[in-house]
């Protein structure tokens, strides 16, 4: 995809970039709360509306199972019907043993498990900043836009980018990873529409359409204007409008410079923008309700990824350009198993949403709990 091939001293060089602006990110993430306490401010009081919004979800839904729960001071909820129980502390449950947890937080690990079994996933490999001429290669050979994310276990999307185009997008991009993670991950990226398949004990809960965050222009107020004000919305509408704040990182950025603009723009009146391609950061407003919009084959492929995995429960992340045929037909793809599934998206949907989704998690951990007793 790039003509420019550095070989010897230019590697050096470029591997040199690379470590500055993996210290400059560095300490940009260190002293950026220091530098703007309004922002550190608003953060800590989402993250703990967040807290709040998933010990009364799980409360209310214990009450609907006709379960008894104890909160903890530190947020764990414990939910008990008889000699049957589970623990949960915000999206976290005692469903999944350690081993399959740590399991699916391996993305290189994780991937070839998957693709060793048949799974649709992307091509991808892991590697460090020392080994920066692989990402190089990779950038040259592939004929897909490249997705470069840590490879540890960070998860909400922290340290991705995407649309990684360009020698300079690469180094940026492997940069701002190696701050979540010394392991990096790269990976073609798959185009398409992103769905979330909430996958238990071999049943698919629930399916999401999970579309990017946007702003809607004023004619007036710059892009980074309205993100401020959309920040300012989220936190006085609390988790009904979204769970997170939109983070300004490189992937805004590119998503942003793919469309020849800044956060110094100034979007025509009524213009949306797309802010990103990870979808994160997205709204209560951005979840579609899915189900019966994806194809048994692709339903069965999560199902079997969850499976292999090693999970119990699991959000099974997919990406397709047709949700009506099977993933290798479209060429989509399963990107992640996410051993730790959110469930925001599933119970904060366009519209007005009654189904379930936390209900039928419990009763079916319950159900389950007192097969095996």
């Given at each position: 995809?790039?003509?420019?091939?550095?070989?010897?001293?230019?590697?050096?060089?470029?591997?040199?970039?690379?470590?500055i602006?993996?210290?400059?990110?560095?300490?940009v993430?260190?002293?950026r709360?220091?530098?703007?306490?309004r922002?550190?401010?608003?953060?800590?009081?989402?993250?703990?509306?967040?807290?709040?919004?998933?010990?009364?979800?799980?409360?209310?839904?214990?009450?609907?199972?006709?379960?008894?729960?104890?909160?903890?001071?530190?947020?764990?909820?414990?939910?008990?019907n008889?000699?049957?129980?589970?623990?949960v502390?915000?999206?976290?449950?005692?469903l999944?043993?350690p081993?399959?947890?740590?399991?699916?937080s391996d993305?290189?690990g994780?991937?070839?498990?998957?693709?060793?079994?048949?799974v649709?996933?992307p091509?991808?490999?892991?590697?460090?900043v020392?080994?920066?001429d692989?990402?190089?290669r990779?950038?040259q050979?592939?004929?897909?836009f490249?997705?470069?994310?840590?490879?540890?276990?960070?998860?909400?999307?922290?340290?991705?980018?995407?649309?990684?185009t360009?020698?300079?997008?690469?180094?940026?991009?492997?940069?701002?990873?190696?701050?979540?993670s010394?392991?990096?991950?790269?990976?073609?990226?798959?185009?398409?529409d992103c769905?979330?398949?909430l996958?238990?004990?071999?049943?698919?809960i629930?399916?999401?359409?999970?579309?990017?965050?946007?702003?809607?222009?004023d004619?007036?107020?710059t892009?980074?204007?309205?993100?401020h004000?959309?920040?300012?919305?989220r936190l006085?509408?609390?988790?009904?409008?979204?769970?997170?704040p939109?983070?300004?990182?490189?992937?805004?950025?590119?998503?942003?410079?793919n469309?020849?603009?800044?956060?110094?723009s100034?979007?025509?009146e009524?213009?949306?923008?797309?802010?990103?391609?990870v979808?994160?950061?997205?709204?209560?407003?951005?979840?579609?309700?899915?189900?019966?919009?994806?194809?048994?084959a692709?339903?069965?492929?999560?199902?079997?990824?969850?499976?292999?995995?090693?999970?119990?429960?699991?959000?099974?992340?997919?990406?397709?350009?047709?949700p009506?045929?099977?993933?290798?037909?479209?060429?989509?793809?399963?990107?992640?198993?996410?051993?730790?599934?959110?469930?925001?998206?599933?119970?904060s949907?366009?519209?007005?949403?009654?189904?379930?989704?936390?209900?039928?998690?419990?009763?079916k951990?319950?159900?389950?709990?007192?097969a095996?007793?």
């Amino acid at each position: 995809m790039t003509p420019f091939a550095p070989r010897g001293r230019a590697l050096l060089l470029e591997r040199a970039k690379v470590s500055i602006l993996y210290l400059y990110y560095m300490a940009v993430r260190l002293v950026r709360g220091k530098l703007d306490p309004r922002s550190r401010s608003m953060n800590h009081r989402l993250n703990a509306l967040g807290r709040t919004y998933h010990v009364r979800m799980w409360q209310s839904a214990a009450v609907s199972v006709g379960a008894l729960c104890r909160t903890e001071p530190d947020g764990v909820v414990e939910i008990e019907n008889g000699n049957r129980s589970i623990r949960v502390h915000d999206n976290v449950t005692s469903l999944n043993e350690p081993a399959a947890v740590k399991r699916a937080s391996d993305k290189a690990g994780m991937q070839a498990l998957l693709a060793k079994s048949g799974v649709p996933v992307p091509l991808g490999i892991v590697l460090t900043v020392g080994e920066f001429d692989r990402a190089l290669r990779m950038l040259q050979t592939t004929r897909r836009f490249l997705v470069v994310k840590p490879a540890g276990s960070t998860g909400g999307g922290a340290g991705v980018s995407t649309d990684v185009t360009s020698l300079a997008r690469l180094r940026t991009a492997v940069a701002w990873a190696r701050t979540f993670s010394r392991y990096i991950w790269l990976e073609e990226q798959i185009e398409g529409d992103c769905y979330r398949v909430l996958v238990m004990d071999g049943d698919v809960i629930d399916t999401v359409l999970r579309r990017p965050p946007t702003v809607v222009g004023d004619g007036v107020s710059t892009i980074r204007r309205l993100l401020h004000r959309e920040k300012k919305a989220r936190l006085k509408a609390a988790t009904h409008h979204a769970q997170v704040p939109i983070r300004f990182d490189v992937d805004l950025r590119n998503t942003l410079a793919n469309q020849s603009l800044s956060l110094r723009s100034r979007p025509a009146e009524g213009e949306v923008i797309g802010l990103k391609r990870v979808i994160n950061d997205n709204s209560a407003r951005d979840n579609v309700p899915a189900n019966g919009r994806l194809c048994p084959a692709i339903l069965d492929a999560a199902c079997r990824a969850a499976a292999i995995v090693g999970t119990r429960i699991a959000g099974v992340d997919v990406i397709c350009t047709d949700p009506t045929v099977p993933l290798e037909v479209s060429g989509g793809a399963i990107i992640e198993v996410n051993a730790t599934p959110g469930f925001y998206c599933h119970t904060s949907k366009e519209g007005a949403s009654t189904f379930p989704v936390v209900e039928r998690v419990l009763s079916k951990a319950l159900h389950q709990a007192a097969a095996q007793a």
